[in-house]
């Protein structure tokens, strides 16, 4: 979350720099508008966005470049040895009729923190995210109070219907400003002629081209993203371009300029009104009375509309794009802290399996370290993976084991890319289950064993290579006493003991 954020606001720095050096004193308001929104939504989500470019750079011929399953999906499986799901016969195969019904069930890891190293910096992350919360929340509902208010407004005052728009006249000595629909004129000014049409149009310049959907958006960006100080002068930006297309709708009728911008410095002392609407004084500057007497260059604009073409591809290829070194493929996104590459080891067979990947850092040498994933929307870790010499040698992940039905701590071990052995820790950290592969047992079976929360053995079963029973299958209790023990050999009942 916090890289999102450091992200985010180098880009809107970026995409502001581009503005203010390049378009802002451009008579091309109507696309200066555009850009600035594009900006605006492209600034926040843009560091969401990744794409990867590893193709562009590859040097593995027609293989296709895979789809890498995160390990917080799966992080092993008993059976099979692979890290794609787990799937292992339930206690209950075991039955008093002799005969074994394998129903394999496969467990989807979700995204959870629950295990204490997870979890370390959650008091801190708990005050932070409250006190977010509540400035969030205060801020919300002072924005929707401002709201409610220019809305309630017109209720129990005059109303003059105008060019499809409506003119709600106050009593209060108020500067003429608009909202939605809406007009609001002083009752005395309006009555007297001192309105003048210059300043309607002004105003409907406002309403007719939604300029108030603009500034509503932009307040409902601050009150989320209250920290970010571009937002602030994105929007002295945004309401300053709204003046500069006002400015121009109420001169293009033939108005003198000075006489119009005396008119302005006529109402330049007034408070202005909610910070939703759009206000006739707001920004009244040496720039805003230059700009009305600018004389646009089709060719300059032109050039400039098409200049911002290039900048938009370089910020998206600079902030969300991925790209591998040269013969390599992207391991990991984003959401890890560390950037990862892995190369095939027989990659004219076109195998993309886990065994046939040796890992690389972004200098293109064998990586030896950790990395940890981390979840986009809530910044708790996910997973820890360490290599050494290229090779993945354990992995760590935080969360809901949906086969177990508990929070936890999953923990997987490999040798040489062979998956050795998956470990479940609830969060206790008390072993509930374990799956070891034959590389650890004389007889190569592979061996499930489950205990329960006091730490007593449930169940140790033994399966060979074609999955099937093999050897002494025992239940036990909570208090360790034997409840069921079978002898199976390849799967057929051989005796039933217990």
């Not at 000014?189 to 001192?194: L, S």
């Not at 309401?239 to 033939?254: I, K, P, R, V």
């Not at 030896?368 to 050494?388: A, F, I, M, N, P």
Request: aromatic share 12%.
């Amino acid at each position: 979350m916090i890289a999102y954020f450091i992200k985010s606001i180098l880009l809107l720095g970026v995409l502001f720099l581009i503005y203010k050096l390049i378009l802002e004193n451009e008579k091309m308001h109507r696309f200066n508008r555009a850009f600035l929104i594009f900006a605006l939504v492209f600034g926040l989500t843009g560091p969401l966005i990744t794409f990867e470019l590893d193709g562009m750079f590859s040097s593995q011929g027609n293989v296709p470049i895979p789809t890498v399953e995160p390990l917080v999906k799966a992080p092993a499986e008993f059976i099979e040895g692979s890290i794609d799901k787990i799937t292992a016969p339930p206690v209950n195969n075991v039955d008093t009729s002799g005969q074994k019904t394998i129903t394999d069930s496969e467990t989807q890891i979700q995204p959870a923190t629950t295990a204490s190293e997870a979890s370390a910096p959650f008091p801190l992350k708990t005050v932070l995210w409250s006190i977010y919360g509540i400035v969030t929340a205060v801020l919300v509902i002072r924005l929707f109070g401002g709201i409610l208010n220019l809305i309630r407004k017109p209720k129990g005052n005059q109303i003059v219907l105008f060019r499809k728009s409506k003119l709600v006249l106050l009593d209060e000595k108020i500067v003429p400003h608009s909202f939605l629909r809406y007009v609001f004129l002083n009752k005395d000014d309006y009555e007297a002629g001192k309105i003048t049409p210059e300043i309607l149009d002004h105003e409907l310049a406002h309403v007719q081209q939604r300029h108030s959907w603009d500034v509503l958006f932009l307040e409902f960006l601050k009150a989320l993203f209250w920290f970010n100080p571009l937002l602030y002068i994105f929007k002295r930006s945004i309401q300053l371009n709204h003046e500069f297309l006002a400015d121009e709708f109420a001169l293009s009728s033939g108005t003198d300029v000075k006489d119009y911008q005396k008119l302005l410095l006529s109402v330049a002392g007034r408070t202005q009104e909610e910070a939703v609407t759009s206000s006739l004084n707001y920004g009244l500057t040496k720039k805003r009375f230059s700009m009305m007497t600018k004389v646009g260059n089709k060719i300059r604009s032109g050039i400039m509309r098409l200049l911002m073409v290039p900048f938009i591809a370089i910020l998206a290829f600079s902030f969300c794009s991925d790209i591998a070194p040269e013969g390599f493929i992207r391991a990991n996104g984003g959401d890890s802290d560390t950037a990862l590459y892995y190369k095939l080891t027989h990659p004219e067979n076109g195998n993309r399996t886990f065994g046939s990947k040796l890992y690389y850092d972004n200098n293109g040498k064998l990586f030896s370290g950790v990395v940890k994933r981390y979840d986009k929307q809530t910044d708790s870790l996910l997973t820890t993976e360490h290599y050494e010499n290229g090779y993945m040698v354990s992995s760590s992940f935080y969360g809901m084991n949906d086969f177990l039905g508990e929070k936890g701590i999953t923990e997987t071990e490999y040798i040489d890319h062979d998956w050795v052995a998956t470990r479940f820790f609830n969060s206790d950290e008390v072993l509930i289950d374990e799956r070891t592969s034959g590389s650890l047992t004389e007889d190569g079976l592979k061996i499930w064993r489950q205990w329960y929360p006091n730490g007593q053995l449930k169940f140790e079963i033994p399966l060979n290579s074609e999955k099937d029973y093999q050897g002494l299958i025992t239940l036990y209790d909570p208090q360790g006493g034997i409840s069921k023990q079978e002898l199976y050999e390849n799967g057929e009942l051989i005796k039933k003991i217990k």
